[in-house]
């Protein structure tokens, strides 16, 4: 949708979509696409958001908002519990961890997200994202030698990484 927030457009089919959830109260599309142009009302836009999830739980567009909202909130825990319900769903995804640990992260609680960042790694040893992930909170948690390990280890895999090098260099002891 192209138009302004609260334009005619976007009312419109604020109207249209609020009547079809009307009509039919477990359409959960309309709930999704009402939430989503519903975004100048947070409150609203996560109530829609929380009642699609709750009639059709696997859509991960609407965890994905759901969490934004969440971290925004301040809740979290609900945006951890959002991750936690996609490992339910699927032990296997190696993206819930990464973003529960981000979260962690955002909070300042490193051995939670380090946590986080080895599951991933156990489900995927290679996931460049995840031992990037896991050596800066290594690094702001003040465990220089361990960051120095996943950087090493982030190198060996992918060898071309400028940042990644420049990270590496400024944590290993100046010789003299």
């Given at each position: ?18 009547q ?21 009302r ?46 339910a ?12 640990g981000?979260i ?7 051995d939670?997200?380090l946590?986080?960042?080895g ?44 940042d ?11 010789e003299?």
């Open positions: 949708m192209y138009a302004r927030r609260d334009g005619p457009w976007v009312n419109e089919a604020r109207a249209i979509y609020k079809i959830v009307k009509e039919f109260p477990n359409h959960g599309i309309a709930k999704a696409y009402l939430a989503r142009i519903s975004e100048a947070p409150g609203e836009q996560e109530k829609y958001l929380e009642e699609r999830l709750a009639s059709w739980g696997l859509d991960p567009s609407v965890r994905g908002m759901l969490k934004n909202i969440y971290r925004r909130k301040g809740e979290f825990y609900r945006a951890v519990a959002l991750m936690d319900g996609r490992l769903l699927d032990p296997y995804d190696v993206m819930a961890h990464l973003e529960a981000q962690y992260e955002s909070q300042g609680l490193w939670k997200a946590e986080r960042y599951a991933a790694l156990r489900i995927s040893p290679e996931n460049n994202t995840a031992i990037l992930a896991a050596a800066n909170a290594c690094v702001s948690a003040g465990r220089n030698e361990e960051a120095i390990a996943f950087l090493t280890q982030s190198l060996a895999i992918r060898p071309n990484q400028p990644a090098s420049k990270r590496l260099r400024s944590l290993r002891p100046k003299k």
